[in-house]
């Protein structure tokens, strides 16, 4: 990885990708945008336009939106130093096609899927050394092809490597990074908050000032059981921990799983409510409000 800049590609330019390929292109690296025809060539021709109180004011002037060239196509044809897959987990496995293997070079991989089963099944399908697990808190949305609604007044990405140099770049794009030794415990600290956030989010469709004030009765049992599964798993995750940031979260933020609700996408259930359920399973804790939560996302959902 080069000292100046990074060749980025990024799998999936929705509202993180499109997001981090912003920040990244406006920061002066190059951004390859990979993506079915129709999104590439709006890519190609309007660059990535990224709507945000915070990111938008830069340089003295205020203004809540900036637009970034970007370089987009449908397959990565080089290396890069850097592969962000921001795809739902529901279109993984068909998305990977964008990303051959023996293109990738030296470059690492880093997912910012929900979840955790995923970072194995791209070690499976990279050589596993060059993936690296990662996560992100935050709240956007793309609303059309190459347009980015930053709705969270954080960005707040953590990575499982010393990767000082490539975090050094992230930062002064203006994400905040964290380096993380423990892979599980980072992995488990963004699915504590997720999963009780997506199921109950999803299942009451209603953002989380509600969720917290008006269902938090059961906001705390889910809290504790999803808490004693990342426990089991290794994590040292309470459920205090968990509940403060429920507490300091804006009141009107909504997951993207009651986003992909309200606009007729699939869900990411299996993702995060089934990953919780798997690990439960394998460590024998019970957890009856969760598994209600997804049995009746499930059914909702004609699944």
């Not at 990024?10 to 499109?18: A, K, R």
């Not at 279109?91 to 293109?103: N, W």
């Amino acid at each position: 990885m080069t000292t100046t800049s990074m060749t980025v590609a990024i799998l999936g330019p929705g509202g993180v990708g499109g997001l981090i390929g912003a920040l990244l292109a406006r920061d002066g690296h190059r951004v390859i945008c990979l993506a079915g025809d129709e999104t590439a060539a709006v890519l190609r021709r309007d660059g990535l336009r990224v709507e945000s109180a915070q990111y938008g004011t830069r340089g003295g002037a205020t203004n809540r939106y900036f637009t970034a060239p970007v370089e987009a196509d449908t397959e990565l044809r080089e290396p890069a130093d850097v592969t962000f897959v921001t795809v739902k987990q529901t279109a993984l496995s068909a998305a990977l096609d964008r990303v051959p293997p023996q293109v990738l070079g030296d470059g690492i991989v880093v997912p910012l899927l929900n979840g955790l089963d995923h970072v194995a099944a791209l070690r499976r399908h990279y050589p596993a050394a060059r993936v690296v697990a990662g996560t992100i808190r935050v709240e956007a949305t793309r609303t059309s092809p190459g347009h980015i609604a930053h709705t969270s007044p954080f960005a707040a990405l953590e990575l499982a490597a010393p990767l000082d140099e490539f975090a050094s770049h992230l930062r002064r794009a203006g994400l905040d990074v964290a380096l993380r030794a423990d892979e599980t415990a980072m992995l488990w600290d963004k699915l504590s908050f997720l999963a009780p956030f997506a199921l109950l989010t999803t299942r009451h469709q209603t953002a989380v000032g509600t969720i917290r004030a008006e269902r938090r009765s059961e906001l705390l049992a889910v809290l504790d059981e999803i808490t004693a599964v990342a426990r089991a798993a290794g994590a040292p995750v309470t459920a205090e921990t968990v509940l403060s940031f429920f507490d300091r979260a804006p009141e009107a933020m909504k997951s993207s799983m009651q986003r992909d609700v309200e606009a007729g996408r699939p869900i990411e259930l299996d993702a995060i409510g089934g990953a919780v359920l798997r690990a439960a399973a394998t460590h024998q804790v019970e957890t009856p409000v969760t598994a209600r939560l997804v049995a009746e996302l499930a059914a909702a959902a004609g699944r």
